[in-house]
């Protein structure tokens, strides 16, 4: 639900904007949410005894570095309609739109083996190829027995488990016999 309340304010900001200044404006929510990560940042921001006034004053200290009148303004909007939660969604929302509109897609493999920094870029190169884009892949060590390739923005999850193929060779000698 708040992906789709923090599309719309999204929609509305980021209308005519370029991928450089969306990026910049990603980067700062990207920020914010790391400040709301922390217990007591999340605090001040969500206590009712807190104002309006010295809710935007903070944020708007975190977004003195963009010097954006426009985010500043934004900000305070989200602070007067009480929408100061949905930063971490926006930040989401954020990545994946600059993602699509730049067709740079990031992915993780999993594996319970060791795979070489060559096989990911041919892995990659193979993969961006495949869908027009490019994809940056991450390896992540896993009980996973075989190798599993996940592009979430992209929708893509591939994997080959020794077990499956090993179990469909099984069934195809069964029925060949």
């Not at 426009?70 to 926006?90: C, D, G, H, Q, W």
């Not at 009980?143 to 077990?163: C, H, P």
Request: aromatic share 8%; glycine share 6%.
């Amino acid at each position: 639900m708040e992906e789709v309340i923090a599309k719309r304010y999204i929609k509305a900001f980021t209308e005519g904007m370029g991928v450089d200044e969306l990026k910049e404006f990603s980067t700062l929510f990207s920020t914010l949410t790391q400040a709301f990560s922390e217990k007591k940042f999340n605090e001040i921001m969500c206590s009712p005894n807190v104002t309006s006034e010295q809710k935007i004053e903070i944020l708007t200290e975190v977004a003195k570095k963009a010097e954006s009148q426009k985010i500043t303004n934004f900000l305070k909007v989200l602070v007067e309609k009480k929408r100061i939660s949905l930063i971490p969604a926006i930040a989401e929302c954020l990545r994946k739109d600059i993602a699509a509109m730049t067709k740079t897609y990031s992915g993780t493999v999993y594996s319970n083996s060791e795979i070489e920094a060559q096989i990911l870029k041919d892995l990659s190169s193979g993969l961006g190829g495949r869908f027009g884009s490019s994809i940056e892949l991450e390896f992540v060590k896993s009980d996973f027995d075989g190798i599993k390739v996940d592009v979430a923005d992209l929708g893509v999850e591939i994997n080959f488990s020794r077990t499956r193929i090993n179990d469909q060779i099984i069934e195809h000698i069964v029925k060949a016999i």
